[in-house]
């Protein structure tokens, strides 16, 4: 099978996770409450552990490595400032009895964080499939909480939950969209500068999104059960970088 057939599948594969996500959402309030936030600290460690175990030793590996640290701080950059867009127009915007803007503004934002993250899947699949294989994981297991996250947000924002689950879906087919381009794009320059990109967006979604989320408990128990779930997502990526490098 060639390199574009398995990056749009597993693009397309990735877009229905907004739905299964959305889904989530519909559960009791007694179990989300339980398990989101070990879920979210789990998301944390396999993105940290897909970013320096998997994402930037192939983009080392594609060139010097100057450049390649300036596209990792431009790629966490960026996410910062999309951040603090997302942050401000929910600030300065008032509420209506109608959909307010936050709803269209965060998708707008999940479409963009998804075609990035498709780009920088792709460009891996393009130079190791395993390693692509690896990092889509790692992505893959933040979807799921942050899916839930902008489903409830879509829908406290004015949207029904019908059209929250398909405009959510609509802003995940823009991860296939970026593999796609990163294929096309890979055909003709080198995409190690995208791997690094990516490498930045996984770094800070995990730093100030998610751990943020579930670094303070009310209970020593729920903070060392979620540590334990961070370490898990991290050593779950090194594993899976251990047996590729033994293979």
């Not at 699949?125 to 992505?139: C, E, N, P, S, T």
């Amino acid at each position: 099978m060639g390199t574009l057939p398995l990056i749009l599948g597993f693009g397309l594969v990735m877009s229905l996770i907004a739905l299964v996500g959305g889904l989530f959402a519909l559960l009791p309030e007694a179990i989300l409450s339980r398990w989101l936030k070990p879920l979210v600290a789990f998301a944390a460690g396999s993105l940290l552990g897909g970013a320096f175990f998997h994402m930037l030793p192939h983009a080392l590996g594609e060139g010097p490595s100057g450049p390649v640290f300036l596209w990792v701080v431009v790629g966490f950059t960026a996410f910062f400032a999309l951040d603090q867009l997302l942050e401000w127009h929910h600030c300065h915007k008032l509420p209506s009895e109608h959909i307010q803007p936050l709803g269209p503004l965060l998708l707008i934002a999940d479409g963009v964080h998804n075609f990035l993250g498709g780009l920088a899947i792709g460009a891996i699949f393009l130079i190791d499939v395993r390693a692509g294989i690896a990092a889509w994981v790692a992505a893959a297991l933040h979807e799921i909480p942050q899916e839930i996250g902008d489903f409830g947000a879509i829908v406290h924002a004015g949207f029904s939950r019908r059209r929250a689950l398909f405009f959510n879906f609509i802003s995940a087919l823009t991860f296939p969209l970026g593999g796609f381009i990163a294929w096309a794009v890979g055909q003709r320059l080198d995409v190690g500068f995208l791997i690094a990109l990516g490498c930045g967006n996984f770094i800070y979604i995990a730093a100030a999104d998610l751990i943020p989320e579930v670094k303070r408990a009310e209970r020593l128990t729920e903070t060392g059960i979620r540590f334990v779930f961070f370490v898990l997502g991290v050593a779950l990526l090194y594993a899976v970088h251990a047996l590729h490098h033994d293979h």
